[in-house]
């Protein structure tokens, strides 16, 4: 019944779909390994980690790539870089005891790697998220929802609400600003779970757990209210959760699509990107996820998880060593398929660090009212460095943190339709 269906659907879309070569092209990369997990800090600087211990960072975009870990013995699932230095990974071995998670961890950009087993037993982290040098995340399988506060050395449980997803696995977390967040996990056939903070992960509390029986694997935060979760299962198929009232109530949607995926990518509030890894394609919506489309993955590659550090540059990566490399359109070239592009983009500030003064670049396709901030890693505003009117173009803007304590701070633009955020460090 299940392979009937699927049938029927791909020969439904099969006329429609895109052709990945005007989005995405497949770059060179440096090993043939499986390539789990990758994070990018801005438009040209990122890391990726993989089978084999591996870990590999690119300076320029992807041209060239650096090996900076190799451990046979350690399968490295999950890479988070919180600025150009401190960067966190876990590995978990099956071959060697101990069995179980080791947390890797860099205070130089990855030039130097620590490696130490996770404390916390049989276990294996799924995903790490750090708010700061030293306030971080672990959540992962059987029971790890766990924090820190002295940068992973040690670990303790968070304060769960008493629901009946008890021992359910958290697979990955992030945060909207240092003191919201939410978390997704479950199990195949039973549930999947989403969990939400507003404290900054002292506490959190179920608020999904019976719209699914498939496990949700990715979150995107479009602002506070607008959240979008996906998952699934290889038999039923991709699902979605979707809340626009900033998790309060939430509705369930199945998208009759074969596999399921375990992340998501946005490159604007609009234009969004769901690899769908031995698939070889990727779910492509230009509506915020309230439709999707089929786009090939450029020579049939098997493209699993994507990021995208801003509104321009998006990457992805796979196994067989795949890398690829997001393609900002051209429109002009764009003839098989009605393509509209937005230009709201905040870029990344320049330098940073800084000391005491640095600038922040945005540009907006529509006259609007604009506001731009800077937040404390507590969420609280220590400038308001925009709140006017203002028309279509490109803006730079000065912010002179002198009266500020070293440290990482938080800038926020928002316009009626797009908002954005970045992280900025201050050193004196």
Same mark, same amino acid.
């Not at 900033?246 to 699509?257: A, C, D, F, H, Q």
């Given at each position: 019944m299940y392979k009937l269906f699927f049938l029927g659907w791909f020969l439904l879309v099969l006329n429609n779909t895109i052709l990945s070569q005007n989005f995405w092209e497949k770059i060179d990369s440096p090993t043939s390994t499986l390539l789990n997990s990758l994070s990018f800090i801005d438009s040209i600087t990122g890391w990726v980690s993989g089978d084999s211990g591996l870990i590999i960072h690119t300076s320029d975009g992807g041209k060239n790539w650096e090996t900076q870990y190799t451990n046979d013995s350690l399968n490295i699932v999950n890479i988070f870089f919180l600025d150009e230095n401190y960067g966190w990974?876990?590995?978990?071995?099956?071959?060697?005891?101990?069995?179980?998670?080791?947390?890797?961890?860099?205070?130089?950009?990855?030039?130097?790697?620590?490696?130490?087993?996770?404390?916390?037993?049989?276990? %294996?982290?799924?995903?790490?998220?750090?708010?700061?040098?030293?306030?971080?995340?672990?959540?992962?399988?059987?029971?790890?929802?766990?924090?820190?506060?002295?940068?992973?050395?040690?670990?303790?449980?968070?304060?769960l609400d008493t629901a009946v997803v008890s021992g359910i696995p958290p697979i990955t977390i992030k945060f909207f600003t240092p003191l919201y967040g939410y978390a997704c996990g479950g199990v195949r056939d039973i549930v999947g779970v989403v969990w939400r903070t507003i404290d900054g992960g002292l506490s959190w509390t179920t608020v999904v757990s019976n719209l699914t029986t498939?496990?949700?694997?990715?979150?995107?935060?479009?602002?506070?209210?607008?959240?979008?979760?996906?998952?699934?299962?290889?038999e039923f198929g991709s699902t979605q959760v979707v809340s626009?009232?900033?998790?309060?109530?939430?509705?369930?949607?199945?998208?009759?699509?074969?596999?399921?995926?375990?992340?998501?990518?946005?490159?604007?509030?609009?234009?969004?990107?769901v690899p769908m890894g031995e698939q070889s394609f990727f779910l492509y919506t230009s509506d915020s996820g309230e439709n999707w489309s089929i786009v090939t993955t450029p020579d049939s590659s098997r493209v699993a998880r994507v990021c995208f550090p801003d509104s321009i540059h998006g990457y992805g990566i796979g196994p067989?060593?795949?890398?690829?490399?997001?393609?900002?359109?051209?429109?002009?070239?764009?003839?098989?398929?009605?393509?509209? %592009?937005?230009?709201?983009?905040?870029?990344?500030?320049?330098?940073?660090?800084?000391?005491?003064?640095?600038? %922040?670049?945005?540009?907006?396709?529509?006259?609007?009212?604009?506001?731009?901030?800077?937040y404390n890693v507590l969420g609280e505003e220590v400038a308001l460095l925009v709140n006017d009117f203002q028309y279509a173009g490109k803006y730079e803007i000065n912010f002179d943190a002198a009266g500020l304590s070293t440290g990482i701070y938080i800038y926020k633009i928002e316009t009626a339709n797009f908002t954005a955020s970045r992280k900025l460090v201050l050193m004196k």
């Open positions: 990974a876990s590995g978990f071995s099956t071959y060697y005891e101990p069995y179980g998670t080791f947390l890797l961890k860099t205070t130089n950009g990855g030039v130097d790697w620590s490696s130490e087993f996770l404390r916390l037993g049989e276990v %294996i982290v799924h995903s790490f998220y750090f708010l700061d040098s030293l306030t971080g995340f672990a959540v992962g399988g059987p029971q790890v929802f766990h924090r820190t506060t002295d940068g992973g050395s040690n670990w303790e449980p968070v304060l498939e496990p949700l694997y990715d979150i995107h935060m479009f602002d506070s209210l607008h959240i979008i979760i996906m998952g699934g299962d290889p626009t009232d900033g998790g309060n109530t939430w509705e369930y949607r199945s998208l009759g699509i074969f596999y399921y995926p375990v992340s998501v990518g946005f490159r604007t509030n609009s234009e969004g990107w067989y060593g795949t890398i690829a490399k997001y393609i900002y359109p051209d429109i002009t070239n764009l003839t098989e398929y009605e393509y509209a %592009i937005s230009d709201f983009y905040l870029e990344q500030n320049y330098p940073n660090p800084f000391n005491p003064s640095t600038t %922040i670049k945005y540009s907006i396709p529509e006259e609007g009212f604009v506001k731009l901030t800077a």
